[in-house]
């Protein structure tokens, strides 16, 4: 909290009204929300009606709490999270035990385990090694390395999780934004860089299954529901083309939006070049640190073909290598204290209110009242409506549970419309994985704010532009390019 800001009055210094207007409303809209009479069923083609309960119109009134006081930052993000697991407790939302065991969920360990992965990259020096390359390789101009930086990003999501993705490119961006700006200040570029790799790590990620586990979810529900299987290759053969677009898309939207204050970094090329020398040798720590983490990536890689890796947790084994880092001293009890907490508590608040959610049944009353608007729409406004419940839900709660919630209702209500299920499949896909707006949508996006270049308000800002773009150019592979290209998008 900066210095000047006091909520009660003090000689000499201001009242912060704007950060007390929106701490009463996150409060206000929880109660108004709270305290209202019971809400109406929701009731699918079917028949089947979706009962909003007293616990799930509080979960209601807690997301709209948690999403004021996130977008607004009135506190420490991590703050807001441990306020997420206490309204939880003291109003019975659900039983203290589960709400907070939910900070403690794999998903939030690999976090953990990613975080450490960078500071890793950092100390060993391997981060500066890679930083130093690339900048000798893509030159001086602002714009190409914003190009470069976002491209690395995007092509890393192929072959690996966009999470650990993030969390190794995070300190290589902190070495490159060092050679900009000595003193780390927050500037356009810095925004423009660190807002752009969340982006382009969350666009880059929907090409391949590998770049996130949303995809095999999505898929899963696929088959089970239509009896139809998508191959590996028919996946990146419609994601391929849609997501490099929007990594291109991302770099001119960035150059225009966040243009640098300088188009070229006089000398940089030699300067880079140098300081790579500089580093002499790679070292016997460079040289674990390499074996460990790419090991690591393999194993992830792996477990969708080899079948005795699959049982292999994701997060256990991210961890193993934060487990060996410590045992080869690589990283001390020093650099434990130095984790960025307040990142892995957003993380862990964001699990608590999406299983909320999803646990009340709050997510299976919204996802039927929004698509139920649809169901006399033509089949055009009903795939592009599918496509923004999730891109709405997919920033406050887990893509996969995003997928999870919207997929199964939306490929019911489908075949009244005669529209054809694989459309309604990839169009959820592309927005679930492209949470632009806030940053508990994805791990890339919380990974980005620790570079303290930007606050939620200027991500928020940003990510309205450039959701339009997604949903623009999602239309156009919807009307067009995907037909083309043999996807059905009516029923047959």
Known sequence: MPADVFLAGVPGKKIDWKRIFFLTLGLALFAAVYFSPPWPDAVDPLGKHFELSREGKAAVALFLFAATWWVFEVVPIGITSIAIGILQALFLIRDARIAFTDFMDPSVWFIFGSLVIGMVFTKTG?????????????????????????????????????????????????????????????????????????????????????????????????????GREISFFEFSYYMLPLGWLMVFLIWLFFLIAFKPERSTIPGLRERASSLYAKLGPITRKEIIAILVVGLVIAALGLRSFIPFLKPLEKSALILLATLIFFASNILTIKDLEEIPWNIVLLFGGAMSIGFCLWQTGAANWLAVNWLLLFQNATWFVFVMGVAFFVLIMTNFIMNVAAIAISLPVALVIAPYLGVAPEVILFASLATAGMPFLLLIGAAPNAIAYESRQFSSGEFFRAGIPASLILMIILGLFVWLIWPMMGMPVLAK
């Not at 090694?129 to 690339?134: E, L, N, Q, W």
């Not at 001086?140 to 192929?158: H, K, P, Q, V, W």
């Not at 999470?163 to 700006?181: E, K, S, W």
């Not at 423009?192 to 770049?211: E, H, K, Q, R």
């Open 126 to 226: 391997l981060t500066q090694r890679m930083a130093y390359k690339m900048l000798v390789l893509v030159g001086e101009r602002t714009s190409m390395i914003y190009l470069g930086c976002f491209a690395m990003t995007a092509f890393l999501t192929l072959i690996m999780a966009h999470t650990a993705v993030a969390a190794a490119v995070f300190p290589l961006l902190m070495a490159i934004y060092g050679l900009y700006d000595d003193e780390q200040r927050p500037s356009r570029f810095g925004k423009g860089l660190f807002i752009g790799m969340a982006f382009t790590a969350g666009a880059g990620s929907v090409v391949t299954l590998l770049g996130a586990a949303r995809g095999a979810v999505a898929i899963g529900f696929f088959k089970d529901m239509t």
